[in-house]
């Protein structure tokens, strides 16, 4: 528990340890439920402006959670620059119980992003038909893609919030690396370009691993088996900013932002259900109540690490929003699913789409 005064980077604290796991080849999730108003994208971005631009005021602590990832991310895969994965950026919105590609490259809807569908893949794991994705080769480089997701994103004023967040933003990181034989990441099986012939070894050699920050290396192509077999293992980094839950007496919405609310409640009840079904063990949970639910699948039910991140306000006027995001966070406590996985490697029956 965290409280007002407490700074950005002493909540980073809680998932910078998370990390190593998407380098090790473990999926995780990050994501933040709260109120409208109550900073849940303050804590995952920090602030920003309306252009999607991070404003710091103070570069040590104003930081959000996202860019700091980014720039831990990079930290750790330089750490070892015989090993270096491909990495992949996608972000994608919930608005209105529908999903848009906010990295699309489509001239026609670069105004609000393309709509895609969500399926279920025939291996089991759950994807977004035709997404869009980019290689990035430094924290800059993702932070710059997700400043661009920023604005496109929906975002509609009320009298809780006058810049609040219409839908549920999605960043995936995906990490794809060679795998020995038997479906494991090991650094002594990856047969990649020798240290010294890339930007990542000389810079360690030199003692500036943190130029990743600056866009110092490119990524390198993944590696096949040095017995010629081409295996994989992709592990993914998810980083959600949950739009807030909302009373519309409070809010004072009306027309399509009153659509908008009742949607954004919808879609949360129905991962508090998903939650609620987890924790006690049932035996059918209905991710396909929503699209959230849906495309968070693997992150909430499978064998990724979640971390839940609660905003509160401390407000006597949002005692009953408050009283809820408790009882959210109850159920988040409560589910308990076995220790985490790798996922199978791409020569598996196993195998993960990208797309």
Partial sequence: VYGPAESQSAVFGDVCSLLTSPVDGYDVCVMAYG??????????????SDDGHILPLD?????GIIPRVAEELFRLILENPSRIPKVEVSIVEIYNNDIFDLLAKDSIAAVSGVKREVTTAKDGWTEVALLASEAVGSASKLMELVRGG?????KHPTLVHADSSRSHLIITVTLTTAACSNGTVDRACSATLPRERTEAGRARRAGRSR???QGAWAPQPVPGHPAG???????RLQLVDLAGSECTGVSGVTGSALRETVCINRSLAALADVLGALSEHRGHVLYR???LTHLLQDCLGGNAKLLVILRISPSQRHLAQMLQGLGFGIRARQVQRGPAKRPPSSQTEGKRRLD
């Fill in 229 to 235: 077999r081409a295996e994989q293992v992709q592990a």
């Fill in 211 to 213: 130029r990743a920050s």
């Fill in 35 to 48: 109120q409208t108003g109550s900073g849940k994208s303050c804590t995952m971005l920090g602030p920003h």
């Fill in 150 to 154: 920023l604005q496109l994103r929906a």
């Fill in 289 to 291: 109540n929503s699209r």
């Fill in 59 to 63: 570069p040590q602590n104003d930081l």
